[in-house]
């Protein structure tokens, strides 16, 4: 059981400080506002939460939980902090961070007076790139240390939810860690090791930025939901009923499947049915913000593709796949003929290697491409030969997932420049000669 402070006696603060506490750890709570540390030392929560009247009385009682505003002697009697600070929005939108810094400052000048090993392990919500350009040199020039090697830092976001705070504490939906060292990691680990709950260990970035990605994703979900619901609603349709129905859906409709950052979608059924259900509300008057945006965001990820190619390459492309996915010679709407439209009009040189299309081609040599109607010549720009493409070419675009291609893009990319739209390999991240469109 370890000795932790947590610093920030607020919502998140209070919970996980009563939580440790009541798990057997030996809790101090620091909070700059002397009224809550009172609050809290005469045994009551300074927020109201389903049952944490209860939880403080009863650790403030065993005295495992106390209460301080001395940063110094918080940090000398403990092994490791928890820092929760609130992080509101600046005037700019972005995150405030002066109360990170001013914590941060404080627990750096008590880390240079102490000799022991201390962990610093950031709980506060805080953008990507805060814990290293932020949070990291405070503490170091506050106490004269070297992260990492003096004193160790984590991050570790929060996830629990008000209202059901405790009950999350022990049983999250989400783990996710970050850590500059063997030894904060360790104790992170012991500290979730019995929780029901898988552990994610990854950098200190990904961490933040899972954080920001959570909640931007369940504020994206309720304004999705009340959109459908407004819509229903003009068409005298129950909103909620309609929500409900599609979240029965686990194998297409909730799949994680649609969640997996690449390239634009097409086809003969998103774009079209977007671009219905948009006119369906227009006809009502209903705003439709978000289905708006699913649209223009789709035109710009083609477009950043596009961006990404040209900088990659000023000639010839070599394009992997142009139906609208790998298995079928359906060109509707397909995102690769839009690209391969676009690169063409900008004067690149455009071979397509797609053994879908092709085959249809060599079926019927006449035609266009089922539902193509973008890419005039394209059966003059059909290579069937894999090896061919990638040698006549400047970078090589990976657009549909072939298994028979995965090897030797792999191989190419040693030489070739690669914009890689569907990720061949997990472990290929851009770098100078591949770039991955969205890793
Ligand atoms: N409230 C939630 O449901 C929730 C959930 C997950 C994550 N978060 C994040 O956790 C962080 C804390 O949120 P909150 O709602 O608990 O904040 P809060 O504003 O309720 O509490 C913050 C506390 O920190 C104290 N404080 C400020 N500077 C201090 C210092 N230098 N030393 C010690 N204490 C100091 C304040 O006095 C206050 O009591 C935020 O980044 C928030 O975004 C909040």
Redesign the pocket.
Known sequence: MARISV???????IVSAACLARDGHQVTA????QG?VDTLNAGRA??VEKGLDALVAETVGNGTLTATAD?GAAIRDTDVSFV?????SDPDGSVGLG?VV??CE?IGRALGNKQDFHSVIM????VPGTMEEVCIPTLETASGKRAGRDFGVGYF??????ST?IEDYADPGLIVFGALDDRTRDILTAINQDLPCEMNKVDLRTAEMV?YTSNSWRAMKISFANEIGNIAKANDLDGQAVMRILCSDDKVAMSPAFLRPGFAFGGSCLPKDVRALRHVARVKDVPTPLLDAVLEGNVAQIGRAEEMIHSASRKAVGMIGVSFKSGTDDLRESPLADLAARLIEGGQEVQVYDPYVSEAFETDPGAAGRGNEVVPDLSARMETDLDTLIENSDVIVVGNSYPEAQDRIREAAKDVRVVDLTRIDPAMVSGERYQGICW
């Open positions: 610093f920030g006696i607020g919502y998140v603060g620091v909070d700059i506002d809550k300074p927020i940063t929760c600070v609130g992080t509101p109360h001013s914590v404080a709980r506060s919500t805080i976001p929060e996830f629990l939810r008000e705070a954080k």
